[in-house]
């Protein structure tokens, strides 16, 4: 296992800052539906029963914090995972969830 950095004062806080936006389960619901392939914001509303203006104010904020990021196609937006970084911490602590549910 590889040692991780110690991050600066400020590195943690933006970590800090993260962590408590993916504390929300609608933004995991999003950002796990955006896991597999870029999705438009209607068929991310559509998909998980969410409002547009709901799911644009959540991309917003995942966007701001570096989690996804959109490209526009024509007159829409299409939003994925902004890198493998953020893809494997879903799919492992999804993994680590499950696992300690099948211990119990």
């Keep these: 296992m590889s040692k991780a950095p110690v991050p600066s004062q400020l590195d943690t806080t933006i970590l800090a800052e993260t962590f408590r936006l993916l504390g929300d389960p609608t933004r995991l619901r999003i950002l ?17 029963d969410l409002s547009q203006s709901l799911v644009s104010h959540h ?3 995942l966007r701001g914090a570096r989690l ?9 937006v299409f939003y994925e995972l902004a890198d493998r970084h953020v893809s494997d911490m879903l799919v492992d602590m999804a993994d680590h969830v499950c696992e300690e549910a099948d211990e119990t």
């Design 32 to 48: 796990f539906f955006c896991l597999e392939s870029p999705r438009a914001v209607g068929d991310i509303a559509a998909s998980l």
């Design 59 to 61: 991309l917003r904020l």
């Design 68 to 76: 996804v990021r959109g490209t526009r196609q024509a007159k829409q």
